[in-house]
């Protein structure tokens, strides 16, 4: 079955650094969705990218869709504490629903 | 509408044990799906309905477990003879699906430990 896999799985950074988690998966994926789960909350939908090659931005966030959407990244530009969670990918394949990655989780310090 | 709503948060029941949960999605969405997640990992896909419609199950989901959408509203899913591994955070959400894919909306989830 579809595989989506997240590196690094853990990333510790001091505020005001960048960090970046990057998506791949198994097979080809007509849309790939990003969410936040902060620690002992429920995950919370960030964005979704459909096109090859896509780039979408919100404020410090930047997504990328790879050329062959087999793979993503998530790019967060100077780090802030309210940014602390773990940021998973979901990627929609042939079937109707989101298979999840495993996940990074982002620790950011003063 | 204030979102997906669960319960209960926390159920705590002895092995063998049935449970039950309920999910409310958000009125207007005609999707819900069931995952878990367990500590440390990424939610993990149970099934899901559109409207009162069961369109897939996982192949992990064994025959103990049994979900249901009866009017396409709520839904429940049910454990029957719960043990140990079924421990775990179970999270319901819902999306509105019809001229492409839009981003789920979860509930707050619930925590089962199985003792």
């Known amino acids: 079955g579809q595989q989506v896999m997240q590196i690094p799985q853990y990333q510790h950074v001091q505020e005001g650094e960048d960090f970046t988690t990057y998506c791949n998966s198994s097979?080809?994926?007509?849309?790939i969705q990003w969410y936040k789960q902060r620690p002992g909350e429920h995950p919370v939908f960030l964005i979704q990218?459909?096109?090859?090659?896509e780039v979408k931005k919100q404020k410090r966030l930047t997504f990328q869709f790879g050329e062959a959407k087999k793979n993503s990244s998530l790019h967060i530009t100077a780090t802030q504490t309210t940014d602390v969670g773990t940021y998973f990918c979901?990627?929609?394949?042939?079937?109707?629903?989101?298979?999840f990655g495993t996940g990074t989780r982002l620790q950011v310090t003063l | 509408d204030t979102g997906v709503s669960q319960n209960p948060r926390h159920k705590i029941t002895k092995r063998g044990q049935n449970v039950t949960f309920r999910c409310d999605p958000i009125?207007?969405?005609?999707?819900l799906y069931w995952y878990r997640q367990t500590l440390g990992q990424g939610p993990e896909f149970l099934t899901y309905?559109?409207?009162?419609?069961?369109?897939?199950k996982s192949r992990l989901l064994s025959d103990r477990f049994s979900a249901e959408r009866p009017k396409g509203s709520f839904s429940t899913l049910e454990i029957q003879r719960t043990e140990q591994g079924d421990s775990a955070m179970y999270l319901c959400?819902?999306?509105?699906?019809?001229?492409?894919?839009?981003?789920?909306?979860f509930g707050s989830g619930t925590r089962l430990t199985v003792v």
């Open positions: 959400a819902s999306s509105l699906e019809g001229q492409g894919m839009s981003g789920y909306t």
């Open positions: 097979t080809t994926l007509s849309n």
């Open positions: 990218l459909v096109k090859s090659g």
């Open positions: 979901a990627g929609l394949g042939t079937a109707s629903k989101l298979t």
């Open positions: 009125s207007e969405h005609n999707r």
């Open positions: 309905f559109q409207n009162e419609a069961q369109l897939e």
